[in-house]
């Protein structure tokens, strides 16, 4: 009763053009087709020994981009149901990596995340990988925060990035094969670096899935 009254007086929308859909927090099939649309990415030549794939779900644009700055910037958990969906784009490459695998979230310096309240990789990744039995581990810490790195060159992003991850106390990632996961790939240098940490630790392989990428 009361999801038809919302219904009714609060029709759903698709969070990216406004039209209406039949489930609410869903994209109408239009902006699903040109948004959602799984791609493997290119990863960075410093980290080809590091990282065996990364996929990204999404196109980092329109309705994704306000959804993901609205979590993250303005703290508004009402798009993480817009964001939910599009891991179901995820299936496929998933399906394709072996098993057991351990998730690892990148992590947030610990003022941005006192900040915050939240990690929003988490947010985003959690229901979904407890759906299939993949735990979510806190393996790696950020040590302190970073620059934007999308305007610098390779050598400025590894300079920026040095010492910026490391293992938490306790971890062990030895043997373990590992899925990092990211809300957003700009340069791929930040997934590298944690990858990098994870490998030196003695995880076996490495893979990545992000929500969305500028890349196409």
């Given amino acids: 009763m009361f999801s038809a009254l919302l219904n009714l007086f609060f029709p759903s929308r698709c969070p990216n053009c406004s039209a209406y859909v039949e489930d609410r927090g869903t994209f109408c099939?239009?902006?699903e087709r040109r948004l959602i649309h799984v791609h493997d990415l290119a990863c960075p030549q410093e980290f080809l020994s590091d990282l065996d794939?990364?996929?990204?779900?999404?196109?980092?644009?329109?309705?994704?981009?306000?959804?993901l700055r609205a979590l993250k910037y303005q703290r508004k958990k009402s798009a993480l149901p817009a964001l939910h969906t599009i891991l179901a784009a995820g299936?496929?490459?998933?399906?394709?990596?072996?098993?057991?695998l351990t998730a690892v979230a990148v992590p947030l310096a610990p003022e941005r995340l006192r900040t915050r309240?939240?990690?929003?990789?988490?947010?985003i990744f959690a229901p979904w990988l407890a759906a299939h039995d993949i735990t979510l581990a806190p393996l790696l810490v950020r040590t302190r925060e970073t620059a934007p790195l999308y305007a610098r060159t390779r050598a400025e992003?590894?300079?920026?990035?040095?010492g910026a991850f490391a293992m938490a106390e306790s971890a062990h990632a030895a043997g373990k094969d590992i899925?990092?996961?990211?809300?957003i790939m700009t340069?791929?240098?930040?997934?590298?670096?944690?990858?990098?940490?994870?490998?030196?630790?003695?995880?076996?392989?490495?893979?990545?899935?992000?929500?969305?990428?500028?890349h196409l």
């Fill in 187 to 214: 340069t791929g240098a930040t997934l590298g670096t944690c990858a990098r940490t994870l490998k030196r630790a003695g995880a076996h392989h490495i893979y990545a899935f992000v929500l969305a990428s500028e």
């Fill in 91 to 100: 299936e496929v490459p998933l399906a394709q990596l072996p098993h057991p």
């Fill in 157 to 162: 992003r590894r300079q920026e990035l040095r």
């Fill in 29 to 31: 099939a239009v902006c």
């Fill in 179 to 183: 899925l990092l996961v990211d809300d």
């Fill in 117 to 123: 309240g939240f990690n929003q990789v988490e947010e």
């Fill in 53 to 67: 794939g990364i996929w990204a779900f999404a196109h980092y644009r329109e309705g994704v981009r306000n959804l």
